[in-house]
């Protein structure tokens, strides 16, 4: 079997993920912040593992502001929900997610007014084109840092020097970047930071977070969740330090524990590694697949401007046609449709048919890329 | 001269980050549950030698780690 759904969720696990969710689940078992006893600080620990590895795969130097949340769309809430009053003003991109842009138009209703910045129709964008968008009421400009349809990786860090010239936080969606795309929320000016823990973190589902740049005020940024969190117990009122503030509630210990093992393989291996890598699958990908009559590519077919996914059309064919024939034919996990962001769609050109999604991961093999060409071969040249 | 000294810090992440901060200055701590006469803003304390008190908080102080208070034990 040839699993080619790493943009959904990744598979296989790295060695240790296992082993520290088992740990977690037979030797300590606790409730991390809440009881003060030898299992509790372990779980707390092992929680702290997993926010100190987070933290320097971003360059950051507190732990303490890497925020924990059940996966990136809660992270991306917090901000959304937490940073524009009615009547404010924001700019997202042509790429984005339903993750994004759901909560954005929920924020509509509220009344807040939304542009999107153009991008081509291989998904890439010009810094500028932000710029131009920016009013004296934006309150907040949030960036898909690559696309999940098309792989395209927007210029992330030229967004950030607009952000920081114009002095309004950057808030950007990591989902299909933390770990095989380098990060530096310093360098590149990125004040809020949505990741999630079971892409190239390649962790355990339900994990995901949040995390701030040493600039950024959080006391700016209310939480969207209240509740217990072990600390100031005799307040009824939630604490205004980061992580408790935004962390109510017991969290995914037993999936944090996972992650902070995979995000310890990520930082051995190297996120530079893992990136030229994964291009070198794409490149790989791209290049098979572009021989192959009836198919067109969709995105920049540029390894050096994409992340490890390459989607296409097959002209004639229903993508989840496709798919069910790559599944059932050749053992070739795969993903057809929408994608859950039909703005991405549009500007891709892809609506509403949608497409045939393919992204490798950190041990695909070549050998597996190249099964993979075969398969589509043969699918559209209608040995269906 | 009471043997120990608690660092009071404000949750149990805070905690795990000061002892961390102290172990790798090779100084001797554990985890305790707050003393409930001293807080009872988090769970868990910082127990020192008394005599390494300066020194801790001052490690701790450069790690940017912030202390709520500390209290002789």
């Not at chain 1, 898909?144 to 114009?166: F, K, M």
């Not at chain 1, 530079?272 to 790989?284: C, F, K, N, Q, S």
């Not at chain 2, 009471?2 to 001797?28: G, P």
Request: proline share 7%.
């Amino acid at each position: 079997m040839i699993y080619l759904d790493n943009a959904a969720t990744s598979w296989p696990k790295p060695d240790g993920v296992n082993e520290a969710i088992t740990r977690f689940l037979c030797d300590v078992g606790a409730n991390p912040g809440r009881s003060g006893h030898r299992l509790a600080n372990e779980a707390e620990r092992m929680r702290f593992d997993a926010r100190e590895a987070i933290a320097a795969l971003f360059g950051l130097s507190d732990p303490l502001r890497i925020v924990f949340t059940p996966n990136a769309t809660a992270a991306l809430n917090i901000v959304i929900q937490g940073l524009l009053p009615p009547g404010s003003h924001v700019v997202a991109t042509g790429m984005e997610h339903n993750a994004v842009m759901r909560p954005l138009r929920m924020m509509e209703q509220r009344g807040v007014s939304i542009s999107i910045a153009p991008c081509g129709c291989d998904g890439t964008m010009r810094a500028s084109s932000v710029d131009e968008l920016i009013r004296p009421d934006t309150r907040l400009i949030v960036a898909n840092h690559a696309s999940n349809v098309s792989g395209t990786l927007l210029p992330i860090r030229q967004v950030g020097d607009v952000a920081s010239a114009r002095g309004i936080p950057l808030l950007v969606d990591a989902a299909q970047t933390a770990g095989c795309v380098p990060i530096n929320l310093g360098a590149d000016n990125i004040d809020l930071l949505a990741f999630t823990g079971h892409k190239g973190l390649l962790g355990p589902t339900g994990t995901g977070g949040l995390a701030f740049r040493d600039e950024f005020d959080i006391g700016r940024l209310p939480p969207l969740i209240y509740g217990g969190t072990g600390s100031r117990s005799e307040h009824e009122v939630q604490p205004d330090f980061p992580p408790d503030k935004y962390e109510g509630g017991t969290s995914n210990i037993l999936g944090l524990a996972g992650l902070a093992a995979s995000v310890r393989y990520v930082l051995d291996r190297g996120v530079e590694a893992v990136r030229a890598y994964e291009a070198g699958l794409i490149g790989r990908l791209i290049d098979g697949l572009a021989r192959i009559p009836r198919i067109t590519i969709v995105g920049p077919c540029d390894p050096d401007r994409q992340t490890g996914i390459v989607s296409i059309v097959i002209d004639g064919m229903l993508c989840s046609e496709a798919a069910l024939a790559m599944d059932e034919r050749f053992d070739i996990m795969c993903r057809p449709g929408l994608h859950c962001a039909p703005l991405a769609h549009r500007s891709l050109g892809t609506l509403p048919d949608g497409t045939v999604r393919f992204a490798p991961g950190p041990f695909t093999t070549e050998g597996e890329i190249d099964q993979a060409i075969a398969a589509v071969a043969k699918i559209a040249g209608g040995d269906t | 001269m009471n043997k120990y000294a608690v660092i009071l810090v404000h949750s149990t992440s805070h905690a795990i980050q000061a002892e961390r901060v102290l172990k790798r200055a090779n100084l001797l701590v554990k985890l305790i549950p707050t003393p409930r006469h001293l807080s009872s803003d988090c769970g868990s304390a910082i127990r020192i030698d008394a005599a390494d008190q300066e020194a801790s908080t001052a490690v701790l102080k450069q790690a940017g780690v912030p202390i709520q208070r500390v209290e002789p034990l």
